[in-house]
């Protein structure tokens, strides 16, 4: 039995940053169950065996590969080759960010490109701490809404409240009382 998801994902850019690199672990083996998957996956980015069985349901619910049931475990199979990806991948990256120009993602290219990192990591260049930046009132982000404002600390009250002892005899008791 092989299923099929009805509406395959627009663009392997969609992807998650997990999908991603079970369908790079996927392309070269084939074909492959979980187990298979999960253990390519290991040396650089360890899961649990759940984890990429999820991700791999997901893939086959979006149409990227196909599934097959074989014993008691699903065979997973792409559905489109790893050039094809990229090649896709990589037209959207020119449809979008260079408005259908080949010449100027070649342009880009022959620039140099920055290590590919988020950029709030960016803070340092070269292991230089980076400097410190001075915000002008108009790149200054917005201020908080009020209701984000932290409020006042309150010391922690307790959750039952306990009458004051009159004497020490009365201590004496309530202890007791509470050992029985």
């Known amino acids: 039995m092989i299923e099929k998801s009805a509406s395959p994902r627009r663009s392997v850019l969609d992807l998650a940053p997990l999908e991603l690199d079970c369908m790079n672990t996927l392309w070269p083996l084939g074909e492959g169950t979980v187990r298979e998957i999960r253990d390519g996956l290991a040396a650089r980015r360890p899961r649990a065996y759940t984890t990429i069985m999820t991700i791999m349901d997901r893939l086959a619910r979006k149409g ?16 489109l080759s790893a050039q094809d990806a990229r090649a896709q991948a990589l037209g959207q990256v020119v449809e979008n960010f260079f408005g259908g120009s080949k010449d100027e993602l070649m342009a880009q290219l022959r620039t140099e490109l920055p290590p590919a990192r988020p950029l709030a990591a960016a803070a340092t260049v070269s292991g230089a701490p980076a400097k410190p930046r001075i915000a002008s009132p108009a790149s200054a982000p917005p201020a908080r809404p009020a209701w984000h404002a932290p409020g006042p600390r309150r010391a922690p009250q307790s959750r039952v409240p306990r ?11 309530r202890i007791d009382d509470t050992l029985l």
């Not at 196909?66 to 199979?77: D, F, L, P, T, V």
Request: hydrophobic share 25%.
């Open 64 to 79: 990227i590969v196909e599934r097959r049931k074989s014993g008691r475990a699903y065979i997973y199979r792409p559905n």
């Open 163 to 173: 009458a004051p002892a009159k004497d020490a005899h009365d201590e004496e008791e």
